[in-house]
C-alpha cells in the first residue's frame, strides 16, 4: 500500500523568506504526485502535480515541488512567501482502484508566516 | 459556476441519532468520494464511488454508509454505530472517461461539512 509522510506538522517563517515543506512517499509502481492547499475551514485546492516528464513541476501561487525517485520525495518550495501562503499544506499520492482514483494523504504541514 | 456543493456547512448531532451530510457537483464527474479530516491525521478515505448505483468502502467505512442514485449525488450518513463522529467531512470528485480512470487527474474538493456531537 502507498503511504505519504510528511517530516513537518508545522512550519513558521518569516514573510518573504524561502520555504520548504518536506515530503516523503513509499510506493512499489509508479506514481503521481500531488500538493494541495487548505485554507482554514475549506476544502482542499491543488497546487501541482506530478505525472510524468520533468522532474520540476510549477504550480499556482509561485509555488514548485521536485520529485526525486531515488529519495522518493516530492517537496513543496517557495522562494518568497507572502502572509497569504498561510495554511495547511497536504501533499498525496495517487492509488488506482479499479477504475477510481484514491488519493491517500500525507498527515499536513501547517505553514505560518510572521510578518 | 461547475463544482461541488456540501451542506450543511456546520451540524449539530445528538448522541444516539443518524444524520446524512448532502454532496452535489455538476462538473459531470464520475467518480464520488468521502473523506474524513481529523487534526493531525490527515484525510482519511471512507466511501467511494466509480459509478452510478455503485460504491465501495475506503480505510474507514465503520458506522457509515453512502448512496449513489444519481450520478450528482453522494449522501454520507453517520450512523449512531459510529463512536466519535466529531470531525470535518469533505466530498471530492474526480472525472474519468469510459472504463479508464484517467490516470493522475485532479480530484475537486467541496467547502467540507463540520460535524459535532452535543
Known amino acids: 500500500a502507498q503511504s505519504v509522510t510528511q517530516l513537518d506538522s508545522q512550519v513558521p517563517v518569516f514573510e518573504e523568506a524561502p520555504v520548504e515543506l518536506r515530503c516523503n512517499y513509499s510506493?512499489?509502481?509508479?506514481?503521481?504526485l500531488f500538493w494541495y492547499v487548505q485554507y482554514p475551514n475549506q476544502g482542499l485546492q491543488l497546487l501541482l502535480k506530478?505525472?510524468?516528464?520533468?522532474?520540476l513541476v510549477k504550480g499556482i501561487n509561485g509555488f514548485e515541488a521536485e520529485f526525486n525517485k531515488s529519495q522518493t520525495s516530492f517537496h513543496l518550495r517557495k522562494p518568497s512567501v507572502h502572509i497569504s501562503d498561510t495554511a495547511e499544506y497536504f501533499c498525496?499520492?495517487?492509488?488506482?482502484?479499479?477504475?477510481?482514483?484514491?488519493?491517500?494523504f500525507g498527515q499536513g504541514t501547517r505553514l505560518t508566516i510572521n510578518p | 459556476d461547475g463544482g461541488i456543493t456540501q451542506s450543511p456547512k456546520y451540524l449539530f448531532r445528538k448522541e444516539g441519532q443518524n444524520v446524512t451530510l448532502s454532496c452535489e457537483q455538476n462538473l459531470n464527474h464520475d467518480a464520488m468520494y468521502w473523506y474524513r479530516q481529523d487534526p493531525g491525521q490527515g484525510l482519511r478515505l471512507i466511501y467511494y464511488s466509480q459509478i452510478v448505483n455503485d460504491f465501495q468502502k475506503g480505510d474507514i467505512a465503520e458506522g457509515y454508509s453512502v448512496s449513489r442514485e444519481k450520478k450528482e449525488s453522494f449522501p454520507l450518513t453517520v450512523t449512531s454505530a459510529q463512536k466519535n463522529p466529531t470531525a470535518f467531512y469533505l466530498c471530492?470528485?474526480?472525472?474519468?472517461?469510459?472504463?479508464?480512470?484517467?490516470?493522475?487527474?485532479?480530484?475537486?474538493f467541496g467547502q467540507g461539512t463540520r460535524l459535532t456531537v452535543v
Open positions: 506530478y505525472l510524468s516528464g520533468s522532474t
Open positions: 471530492a470528485s474526480s472525472p474519468r472517461i469510459g472504463n479508464s480512470p484517467i490516470v493522475g487527474g485532479e480530484a475537486f
Open positions: 510506493s512499489s509502481v509508479s506514481v503521481y
Open positions: 498525496a499520492v495517487s492509488d488506482h482502484l479499479q477504475g477510481a482514483q484514491k488519493l491517500v
